[in-house]
């Protein structure tokens, strides 16, 4: 916390320190980790990466020296559904998930930048929501949306003081909407 990590960053360290444990991982040996890690072949590079992050931010914090395994990977483009696709899922969701899913597609926000849109940050009158907490180092935008999307967004209770969403964290939001995306499944 002392180096400016965000809270659900420490919290999926913890998990993935959990997990190199569960793995036989001695945290206090990086040859134990270099050794388990070398036998892990279900593991895609990406996890690969996130457990090497979370073990190496262990041994900065714990003054441990270790030269562990570099881990390169591609980043693939996310499979990103048709308009009409999404189009025919949003009705099958509650209010406040339309709505959120609704923001998502019409600003290119990340789900954590959506989650912290306050009503001040919306509005009517020029058809904007600024995204004035941005995550991971982005900048502050203000994007022109739908008509549709505003009045959506103000015709929600305003429950949560001032922000907009009242799911807390992108964890919450993101089982709702599986939950939901399963209901419409079963549906159609």
């Known amino acids: 916390k002392k180096e400016g ?14 997990r190199l444990a569960k793995l036989g991982v001695d945290l206090f040996n990086p040859e134990t980790f270099k050794e388990t890690m070398a036998l892990q072949t279900d593991l895609t590079p990406i996890r690969r990466n996130g457990l090497t992050k979370a073990y190496r ?8 020296k270790a030269e562990l395994p570099k881990v390169r990977f591609k ?25 959120f899913c609704f923001t998502l597609q019409a600003t290119g926000a990340r789900p954590i930048e959506a989650l912290r849109i306050e009503w001040n940050d919306i509005d009517k009158v020029h058809r904007r929501i600024a995204i004035n907490h941005p995550a991971k180092g982005g900048n502050s935008r203000s994007i022109q949306v739908p008509e549709q999307l505003i009045d ?16 807390g964290t992108t964890d919450n939001a993101g089982g709702i909407f599986r939950r939901m995306r399963r209901r419409a499944i079963k549906k159609f």
Request: hydrophobic share 35%; net charge positive.
């Open 5 to 18: 990590k965000a809270d659900v960053t420490i919290r999926n360290y913890g998990y993935s320190l959990l």
């Open 57 to 64: 931010c262990f041994l900065d914090r714990n003054h441990i």
């Open 75 to 99: 980043r693939k483009i996310p499979y990103i559904p048709p308009k009409e696709h999404q189009d025919q899922l949003f009705p099958h969701c509650g209010p406040q998930m339309a709505a």
């Open 152 to 167: 959506l967004l103000l015709g929600l209770p305003r429950q949560n003081g001032k922000l907009v969403f009242t799911y």
